[in-house]
DNA sequence: TTAATAATTAACCGTTTGGTTAAACTTTTT
DNA sequence: AAAAAGTTTAACCAAACGGTTAATTATTAA
């Protein structure tokens, strides 16, 4: 039996477990629940992947990935600055406006076990300076108000994954619960970004 | 006994259920932690508080009015829009420099169960309407630039909440683990907060 | 002082949970 | 075709969990 069948069902597995993880967190989450929404055994889950822990573990790698966009080509192309961060930020939002629940998720399981995240960025190469190098080289030439890059960075991130994150609550709070006039908000919200981070970093 | 020891036992209960809770969130929290770290018998938790779930709404609501500070007064007061919005993003983000648990504590549970959330909204009575227009009046006064100002209250609710609720991966990422220097960080982010909004906001 | 009431605990209970085992079934190898 | 290896399942297990019970201790009321 082989490649084929085992991919076919490890790969049922990683949709299942993403799927359920991604929605109820590591505690929140049941190997039960996993195995049935792969339609498989629960035993099986342990013999593809060891534990809980280890299943886990593999979701969490996958998914981490996919909050890092393919932002290094985009950024180190030759092109003003402007434009390179109004397409990330817009990029960047429909990542998320097609994996909506990926900000509660990542934010819930870095703050229950930060050393395991601190081990998978390691593996992971990720390098923020590279990032935060372009924008003091913007910096130097001119092209930006001079400040903390990071303060940047985590503005970027937190106007665009706050109102995924935080959206229930907002979604009550501003829009009367309605969930497709929050959807709309999202869409607007794409230029509205944008507009608000160019227009505090170019110099005056 | 009576109301001295009472309230004593009550209140120990409620101090160790927020500190675990706060910490773990409903899912990952424990009767039998809570009861150690309240230095008493487990049974005494549901004697005084009959589940865990009653337990947890009792501390969900009364960690929920924090995040809501005694912003009524002062967005009310007769000030320049741009000194009161100052202060605020200040006085929250101290707030925040205080609790640091509480974002991520917060956007866990409102994404585990919305519905519990609407409720507890609902009871409070909280009104973003209120601030809402305020921001408007000023729109139309000309004091403020004209945009949607639910794009503004999520703007500075963002740039405040989210570098507390991703802090481990920020602090990682951009500050090599540095708790020190992440904090360092943070009281500055005050000042750069507020610049960053009221450019964002005032007419040119 | 004593009867009644409230607070507290140790021991227990049923269920759920992550995980294991041994057997059955399927595919591959010889 | 039969033995070996890999895959899948039903049944089971021990630990952890939220919650209950019955008895004990402390406080209040008579």
Excluded: C
Aim: hydrophobic share 45%.
């Amino acid at each position: 039996m082989s490649e084929a069948k085992k991919d076919n069902t490890e790969e049922k597995i990683l949709i299942a477990a993403q799927s359920v993880f991604i929605r109820k967190g590591m505690d929140g989450s049941r190997m039960q629940e996993i195995a049935d929404e792969a339609g498989i055994n629960k035993a099986l889950l342990h013999y593809y992947f060891r534990s809980k822990q280890k299943l886990f573990e593999a979701i969490f790698s996958k998914v981490f990935k996919q909050i890092f966009p393919d932002i290094k080509n985009l950024l180190f192309a030759e092109r003003p600055i402007e434009e390179k961060l109004g397409i990330f930020i817009e990029r960047y939002i429909d990542l998320l406006m097609k994996n909506p629940f990926l900000p509660s998720f990542i934010l819930k399981e870095i703050n229950r076990d930060p050393e395991f995240l601190a081990s998978i960025i390691k593996k992971q190469g990720v390098n923020p300076d590279d990032i935060l190098r372009v924008f003091e080289m913007e910096m130097e030439k001119g092209q930006l108000r001079k400040f903390d890059p990071r303060d940047l960075m985590i503005n970027i991130l937190a106007l665009s994954i706050f109102p995924f994150a935080a959206r229930p609550l907002m979604q009550i709070m501003f829009f009367d619960n309605n969930k497709k006039a929050y959807r709309e908000f999202l869409i607007q919200r794409k230029e509205t970004v944008r507009e608000f981070i160019l227009n505090s970093i170019l110099p005056k």
